[in-house]
């Protein structure tokens, strides 16, 4: 079976970190976390928002394909009562797929723009 390493990007406007700490819990069940970054808590990247929100990049390793992946990332959101309540409480965007030599294969031209998601892609560390 093959895998595929997956780039994403966490948010939560939650009053703590745990909501993410809550997603790296699903994301377990449909692959391994091999690497993160820290956890940052900031200003929203989106103007006009004034929520401050919890952000983290992680690599996920899944035998699921790039199009599967992503339903089970809406259904992990959904789970975690996003569109339910106001604000955010996750928000898991799947950014890039890499390739054997660590090369994007497929990134998401939107998501990795700002200076903070760059950032935190690039402060990804094993944890193996």
């Given at each position: 079976?093959?895998s595929?390493d ?5 948010g939560?406007d ?9 997603a790296?819990?699903?994301l377990?069940?449909?692959?391994r976390i091999?690497?993160?970054?820290a956890?940052?808590h900031?200003?929203s ?21 790039r199009?599967g992946?992503a339903?089970t990332?809406?259904a992990i ?7 339910t309540?106001?604000?955010?409480l996750?928000?898991?965007?799947l ?9 994007f294969?497929w990134?998401a031209?939107?998501?990795l723009?700002?200076?903070?998601f760059?950032?935190?892609s690039?402060?990804?560390r094993?944890l193996?």
């Open positions: 079976m093959s595929h997956y780039l994403l990007l966490l939560s939650a009053a703590d970190a745990g909501q993410l700490e809550i790296r819990r699903h377990q069940a449909s692959g091999t690497a993160a970054s956890v940052v900031g200003p990247v989106v103007d006009g928002d004034e929520r401050c929100y919890f952000n983290q990049a992680l690599r996920v390793s899944s035998a699921l394909p199009a992946f339903v990332l809406k959101e959904s789970a975690m009562g996003r569109g309540v106001a604000g955010c996750i928000d898991i965007d950014a890039a797929e890499y390739g054997h030599d660590d090369a294969v990134q031209a939107d998501k723009v700002h200076p903070l760059v950032r935190l690039a402060q990804l094993p193996d």
